[in-house]
């Protein structure tokens, strides 16, 4: 009877000790890694996350920073660059036309709104998280997307991280 006792414990504890190391990382400590600037100083304004089971969708964590301590940093780190975006920035955020076509934006809620805000003032960071990045390949001529788009506000020290995965 003791050694079911025994057993059953250890076999408990080993369940809670894998879903412990398997639980979220804290959403700060996520972006912070991947956009490799500090943003532990900001508040969590909102989150949507439409990522199903098999990794698919489109997701957009925002944080409000009380100072300017996350531009500053952006600033100096050659991989952001200022606003106003690039054409394929552009199409993913808010979508780009002419006369003879549309494309975008990718990143919408459920409504098809876009998840960005227009900004005036600030930087943004594209990151092709796509296998094939990097071989000349225009980004949105692909048939599946893996990116992150980040968006950073000057005006209002607000930082919008999303993620698109089809």
């Given at each position: 009877?003791?050694?079911?006792?025994l057993?059953?414990?250890g076999v408990?504890?080993?369940?809670?000790?894998?879903?412990t190391?398997?639980?979220?990382?804290?959403?700060?400590?996520?972006?912070s890694?991947?956009?490799?600037?500090?943003?532990?100083?900001?508040?969590?304004?909102s989150?949507?996350?439409?990522?199903?089971?098999?990794?698919?969708g489109?997701?957009?964590?925002?944080?409000?920073?009380?100072d300017d301590q996350?531009?500053?940093?952006?600033?100096?780190d050659?991989?952001?660059s200022?606003?106003p975006?690039?054409?394929t920035?552009q199409?993913?955020?808010?979508?780009?036309s002419?006369?003879?076509?549309?494309?975008?934006?990718?990143?919408?809620?459920?409504?098809?709104?876009?998840?960005?805000?227009?900004v005036q003032?600030?930087?943004?960071?594209?990151i092709?998280?796509?296998?094939?990045?990097?071989?000349?390949q225009?980004?949105?001529?692909?048939f599946?997307?893996n990116?992150t788009?980040?968006l950073?506000?000057?005006?209002?020290?607000?930082?919008?991280?999303?993620?698109l995965?089809?």
């Open positions: 009877m003791m050694k079911k006792r057993l059953a414990a408990m504890s080993a369940l809670l000790v894998a879903l190391a398997c639980g979220a990382a804290d959403p700060q400590d996520a972006v890694k991947e956009l490799e600037i500090d943003v532990s100083g900001g508040s969590e304004v989150d949507y996350d439409t990522h199903s089971g098999n990794g698919d489109v997701s957009c964590v925002v944080f409000s920073f009380a996350v531009a500053q940093e952006i600033e100096g050659s991989a952001w200022a606003l975006m690039d054409q920035a199409a993913l955020a808010y979508g780009v002419d006369e003879t076509s549309s494309v975008g934006p990718y990143l919408t809620d459920d409504a098809e709104e876009p998840l960005l805000p227009e003032n600030g930087y943004y960071r594209l092709d998280r796509h296998s094939d990045a990097g071989d000349g225009n980004l949105l001529e692909r599946s997307l990116l788009l980040a950073y506000d000057t005006d209002s020290n607000t930082l919008y991280f999303c993620k995965d089809t």
